[in-house]
Structures are given as C-alpha cells and as structure tokens.
C-alpha cells in the first residue's frame, strides 16, 4: 500500500503560480495511476490532473489545461502539479489520489488512496 503526502499550498495573488508535491511512500509510485483532485467549500471534490506511467500520458479537466503540468520523478517517489496564471476560482484543498490499474479516471469514486491535501488560496 503506497502513502501519500501533499505539500506546496499557500496564498498567492492572481497571475501567480505554485507547485505542489505528492510524495508517495510504501511502494513505488509508478505502479499506481496518480491523479490531483481539489475540492472548494461547498463543492465537490473535482479532478484536475492524472498522470498513467505505463501509457505515458496526462491527463487534464478543460479548465486547467494549458496552465497546469502534472509530472513526477520516479527516484524521488514524487508527482508534481506546476500551477501556472493561477485564478480566484483555482482556490482549493487539492488532494493527491492513487489507483490501480494504471489507468486514470476522473472520479473520486476510483481512488482508494488518498493524501491529507493542501490548501491553496487565490486572491485577486
């Protein structure tokens, strides 16, 4: 079983930018599909970015596209979200999810692993 520990949130003006980091711990991460979620208050908990290693691709929700990269390094056991041009509505708890098999969907439903997250605030 791998664990997950989010880190990077903070408060940052519009236009600014963030990276947050997912370090997984227990197994090695690339084993898992790996994707970041947030959740507003009041809202859902969305998914924003997923990462599959055996298919080599990433995965993005419309509204970040462009302005979020997610990415890992498998020999520190990290997965990244490079947050760029971040807006009021980024605003947050984002959340580090793993599943197997080494596909990424994007339903909270799919994830048995989870990280505590990190919240990340936007002023304008």
């Known amino acids: 079983q791998v664990q997950l520990v989010e880190s990077g949130g903070g408060s940052v003006q519009a236009g600014g930018s963030l990276r947050l980091s997912c370090a997984a711990s227990g197994r090695t991460f690339t084993t898992y599909a790996m994707a970041w979620f947030r959740q507003a208050p009041g809202k859902e908990r969305q998914f924003v970015a997923g990462?599959?290693?055996?298919?080599?691709?990433?995965t993005y929700t419309d509204s970040v596209k462009g302005r979020f990269t997610i990415s890992g390094d498998p020999a520190q056991n990290t997965v990244y979200l490079q947050m760029n041009s971040l807006k009021p509505e980024d605003t947050a708890v984002y959340y580090c999810?793993?599943?197997?098999?080494?596909?990424?969907?994007?339903?909270?439903?799919?994830?048995?692993?989870w990280g505590q997250g990190t919240q990340v605030t936007v002023s304008s």
């Open positions: 990462i599959s290693w055996s298919h080599s691709s990433t």
């Open positions: 999810a793993a599943r197997r098999p080494l596909i990424v969907l994007a339903v909270t439903s799919a994830y048995d692993i």
